[in-house]
């Protein structure tokens, strides 16, 4: 079945650092990949889109990467802060563009 | 303001008792979702809807019903036959376009007491 993984254990960071997070997934061969904010209480907010044919992406702080091959994508936040501090979900989507598949999340606290 | 919007926030329900969650968006999208978030768990898809008047199962169907009858509009009933209802509830929307991204709304935690 499809599966998504991302790290269950939260990652804890000096600030100024850079947070990676990962997500793996396995019998899935998504054409998108999103990622996702996600505060306590609150519904996810949409941070990057990544298609499978690009290699990496940016935003102001953020970067994503994504290995169609490894089957993996790779979540950065550069210089980051404590407003950083969240839970960020990946998300696959299929070719039709309609069914979106997420991650559990992984939390991230950002130390001052 | 546009957004999607969410009601209530919290609910509280007895056992062997129907209840709706309401989802209004007024993006003008065409596609609108739910979802179940449990704890350390994704979120989980029960129904989608691509175009009024037309919805699909999603991973967890079991126990929900949804209606689109209006493009703005997709409630959600948590009937007595879903065993285990108490969760947080997600409402999303996207336009049309591969890969667009989802807005969702702040949640409803229904509570089964």
């Known amino acids: 079945s499809q599966k998504i993984e991302q790290n269950s254990e939260a990652l804890n960071i000096q600030e100024g650092k850079t947070a990676t997070l990962t997500c793996n997934y396995t019998?899935?061969?998504?054409?998108?990949l999103q990622w996702y904010r996600q505060d306590p209480g609150r519904g996810p907010v949409f941070l990057l889109l990544?298609?499978?044919?690009?290699k990496e992406k940016r935003k102001e702080r953020l970067k994503v990467t994504f290995d169609t091959t490894l089957k993996q994508s790779l979540f950065h936040i550069t210089a980051s802060q404590p407003a950083d501090s969240a839970t960020y979900l990946c998300?696959?989507?299929?070719?039709?563009?309609?069914?979106?598949?997420f991650g559990a999340g992984t939390r991230l606290f950002v130390k001052a | 303001d546009g957004g999607i919007t969410q009601s209530p926030k919290y609910l509280f329900r007895k056992e062997g008792q129907n209840v709706t969650l309401s989802c209004e968006q007024n993006?003008?999208?065409?596609?609108m979702y739910w979802y179940r978030q449990d704890p350390g768990q994704g979120l989980r898809l029960i129904y989608y809807?691509?175009?009024?008047?037309?919805?699909q199962k999603g991973d967890i169907a079991e126990g929900y019903s949804v209606s689109r009858e209006k493009k703005e509009s997709f409630p959600l009933t948590v009937t007595s036959a879903q065993k285990n209802p108490t969760a947080f509830y997600l409402c999303?929307?996207?336009?049309?376009?591969?890969?667009?991204?989802?807005?969702f709304g702040q949640g409803t935690r229904l509570t089964v007491v």
């Open positions: 999303a929307s996207s336009p049309r376009g591969e890969g667009a991204e989802a807005f």
């Open positions: 019998n899935y061969s998504p054409a998108y």
């Open positions: 990544i298609r499978e044919n690009e």
């Open positions: 998300a696959l989507v299929d070719t039709g563009g309609f069914k979106t598949i």
């Open positions: 993006l003008n999208h065409d596609a």
């Open positions: 809807s691509q175009i009024v008047n037309d919805f």
